[in-house]
């Protein structure tokens, strides 16, 4: 009895979190703000990934941080002179459509073309909360191991965009690359999946043009 009680609030819950995020992306798409969920694991490099796009995407940028603890990362964003709103999580291992929309608030709308909203460090729990966003970038790196895509399925089957980070040490820390990259397509054949390097700058273009061709669409 207790169990079937334990579902039926999870059921409300994503019920409840889906209704919000359709009302989130009816506010951005009502501002003309195309809006980036990116997703990833500790470490995979999502903060330096954002940095480099405010830096080299010709667009009027904002970002929305979500951690456990964001002042750490919002500070990182913030010295690029953008709108940047830190989103605490607490207890809570992702963000979630209420806590976005809330942020929205604190944000400049109006001024603002092309949102990244960075969620919390893992490849589980932000998989069933959709944030209102109009893509989800999943962002590993082979330092997590070539079997990360097999370990985490359900995060990529919902990607619009993975991409693959620190290929240039694939090599040092014996990951096969080629391999994650197959992994993806197996779960998710349509996905386009980008193997990049922040330190070479190899695939930064190719996501740079990826994000802007969902942005005509």
Same mark, same amino acid.
């Given at each position: 009895?207790?169990?079937?009680?334990? +579902?039926?609030?999870?059921?409300?819950?994503?019920?409840?979190?889906?209704?919000?995020? !359709?009302?989130?992306?009816?506010?951005?798409?009502?501002?003309?703000?195309?809006?980036?969920?990116?997703?990833?694991?500790?470490?995979?490099?999502?903060?330096?990934? +954002? $940095?480099?796009?405010?830096?080299?995407?010709?667009?009027?940028? !904002?970002?929305?941080?979500?951690?456990?603890?964001?002042?750490?990362?919002?500070?990182?964003?913030?010295?690029?002179?953008?709108?940047?709103?830190? &989103?605490?999580?607490?207890?809570?291992?992702? &963000?979630?459509?209420?806590?976005?929309?809330?942020?929205?608030?604190?944000?400049?709308? $109006?001024?603002?073309?092309?949102?990244?909203? $960075?969620?919390?460090?893992?490849?589980?729990?932000?998989?069933?909360?959709?944030?209102?966003?109009?893509?989800?970038?999943?962002?590993?790196? %082979?330092?997590?191991?070539?079997?990360? %895509? $097999?370990?985490?399925?359900?995060?990529?089957?919902?990607?619009?965009?993975?991409? =693959?980070?620190?290929?240039?040490?694939?090599?040092?820390?014996?990951?096969?690359?080629?391999?994650?990259?197959?992994?993806?397509?197996?779960?998710?054949?349509? %996905?386009?999946? =980008?193997?990049?390097?922040?330190?070479?700058?190899?695939?930064?273009?190719?996501? =740079?043009?990826?994000?802007?061709?969902?942005?005509?669409?």
């Amino acid at each position: 009895m207790h169990k079937i009680a334990d +579902i039926e609030i999870q059921h409300d819950i994503m019920v409840a979190n889906s209704k919000l995020a !359709g009302k989130n992306q009816k506010i951005l798409d009502d501002a003309d703000v195309f809006s980036v969920d990116v997703l990833g694991a500790i470490g995979s490099g999502k903060t330096s990934l +954002i $940095e480099t796009l405010i830096q080299k995407m010709d667009h009027n940028i !904002g970002v929305i941080a979500g951690d456990v603890i964001s002042k750490y990362d919002a500070g990182r964003f913030e010295q690029y002179d953008i709108p940047v709103v830190g &989103l605490n999580t607490g207890k809570e291992c992702h &963000l979630d459509a209420h806590l976005v929309k809330h942020a929205f608030g604190d944000l400049p709308l $109006e001024s603002i073309d092309l949102l990244f909203i $960075e969620n919390v460090g893992n490849l589980i729990c932000p998989v069933d909360f959709d944030l209102g966003s109009h893509i989800r970038m999943v962002v590993i790196s %082979v330092s997590e191991g070539d079997d990360t %895509v $097999e370990k985490h399925p359900l995060i990529f089957q919902n990607a619009d965009l993975v991409v =693959i980070n620190k290929v240039d040490i694939a090599d040092a820390v014996g990951a096969d690359q080629d391999k994650m990259v197959a992994d993806v397509k197996i779960l998710n054949p349509d %996905v386009k999946v =980008i193997k990049s390097s922040l330190k070479t700058g190899q695939g930064l273009d190719e996501i =740079i043009s990826s994000i802007e061709s969902f942005m005509k669409q």
